[in-house]
């Protein structure tokens, strides 16, 4: 394990909110519930904090201390409460530049919607972003490290702005070798990465279903492949697969509650190695090292 040296400094940039109150609903990719989220404006240095409807008392700010889980989604929780699939709504936020969101959950995940981040870039545009009174800081990355795993690894570096270079391999005609480097703004984010939505294949489905997982998937709302072909209709790019990926690491990089400035470089990662990223970062373990599972990605990974 390396360990990096943080600054916290300003960002050329003030704090923001929503300027209205916005609503979204719909089905959860691993409970199959119906669902709401709500998203709010929120106070400067508030950050983005989670409640459920039916437990208002507990709150679950979108923190390292707050992640339970990284097993094909990101789940938050406070002992028995808990949300699920945080990610893409996360991933909307941080690449629009969002700071401050005040979040509440009717049920125990976000909705899913089309598999992507766009429905909530939409959302938080149709709401307007409106600029705060105090300036961002963010969490500047000042040496150069990487965490391995196996063939996975994540390296990083400084560098102005965040740029993030991620590259994926699957065995399937479909996916292959893809490569994507991205200097993320919110312009950028919104066009190139959000829309890209998140995969699976076919072959793992029964086995996700018999552990209470995958049970809202559906051909609308990701990309489905069998052994040698997408079930689930075109791509919206030809390299969608990795596009997901990079949605995924924005979303799990949010629970730094804190925007992000360097280079980094992902190899075949995905949440749980996200997951030891924002460890790192933080200063502050998210889970002990021995219990962080790592899953073969995809598989409906969020």
Not at 220 to 245: M, Y
Request: charged fraction near 25%; charge should be neutral.
């Amino acid at each position: 394990m390396w360990h990096a040296r943080c600054d916290i400094r300003d960002v050329m940039r003030d704090q923001t909110t929503l300027r209205t109150p916005v609503s979204i609903e719909g089905v959860g990719l691993h409970t199959g519930h119906r669902v709401q989220a709500t998203f709010r404006p929120a106070p400067e240095d508030h950050g983005i904090v989670f409640r459920r409807e039916d437990h208002p008392a507990v709150v679950l700010p979108a923190l390292p201390g707050s992640a339970l889980g990284f097993d094909h989604a990101t789940t938050l929780g406070c002992g028995a409460v808990q949300i699920g699939t945080v990610e893409h709504a996360l991933s909307a936020a941080a690449g629009l530049g969002i700071d401050n969101l005040e979040v509440e959950v009717r049920g125990d995940e976000l909705p899913i919607l089309d598999g992507s981040a766009l429905p909530f870039v939409r959302l938080f545009q149709a709401a307007g972003i409106e600029r705060q009174h105090r300036p961002a800081r963010v969490l500047a990355i000042e040496r150069r490290g990487e965490i391995r795993r196996g063939d996975k690894s994540i390296a990083f570096r400084p560098g102005r702005g965040l740029t993030i270079t991620y590259e994926i391999d699957f065995p399937h005609r479909a996916i292959g070798h893809q490569s994507m480097t991205i200097h993320v703004d919110p312009d950028a984010y919104a066009s190139r990465i959000a829309p890209a939505r998140t995969f699976g294949f076919m072959h793992e489905i029964h086995y996700l279903r018999e552990r209470g997982l995958a049970r809202g998937g559906t051909l609308q709302n990701a990309i489905v492949l069998d052994g040698q072909k997408i079930l689930s209709g075109p791509l919206r790019f030809s390299d969608e697969f990795v596009r997901h990926k990079i949605l995924d690491l924005l979303g799990d990089l949010a629970l730094l509650g804190r925007p992000v400035e360097g280079r980094i470089h992902a190899r075949k990662a995905g949440h749980a190695l996200h997951a030891e990223l924002v460890s790192e970062l933080a200063g502050d373990a998210l889970r002990p090292a021995s219990a962080v599972a790592f899953h073969a990605e995809p598989s409906f990974a969020g």
